[in-house]
């Protein structure tokens, strides 16, 4: 199923193969993917992968993820763009916010990917992880 003009229900279900929850779809993935439209145009239209979706709590464990993950609400998505480092990606993201043009409430900065959330918040939450050498 399409959600938007780029991204589709497939590219959220989680890693162990759990569907992203039917329920969810209007209310949190398809505002989601909407935010993840607006990166893609922000980043010159390059593919945007989405490398982690929806994660049920179960698996979210077994990933490492924290306790309170957006991913588990099906609010966010850790992604990758095409021909684009992961800080730069979220460089331009948080410059977006800034400026008002980008309603993501969530940004990780990664060394190999970027994750973005749709939290309901009113401030934003950034962190940045430094690469393990």
């Known amino acids: 199923m399409q959600v938007t003009s780029h991204f589709n229900l497939e590219e959220f279900r989680c890693g162990d193969g759990t569907p ?16 993840l439209e607006l990166i893609r145009i922000i980043c010159g239209n390059r593919n945007v992968m989405i490398t982690s979706g929806y994660r049920t709590p179960e698996y979210n464990r077994k990933v490492g993820g924290v306790k309170n993950s957006q991913h588990i609400e099906g609010r ?13 990606v979220a460089q331009k993201i948080l410059e977006a916010v800034s400026a008002k043009n980008l309603g993501v409430k969530g940004i990780g900065s990664y060394a190999s990917f970027t994750h973005v959330d749709i939290r309901p918040a009113e401030r934003l939450a950034y962190w940045f992880v430094k690469s393990k050498t």
Do not use: N
């Open 76 to 88: 966010a998505a850790d992604i990758k763009i095409e021909g684009m480092p992961a800080r730069t």
């Open 20 to 35: 992203y929850p039917a329920a969810w779809v209007t209310s949190r993935l398809r505002p989601l993917c909407e935010q």
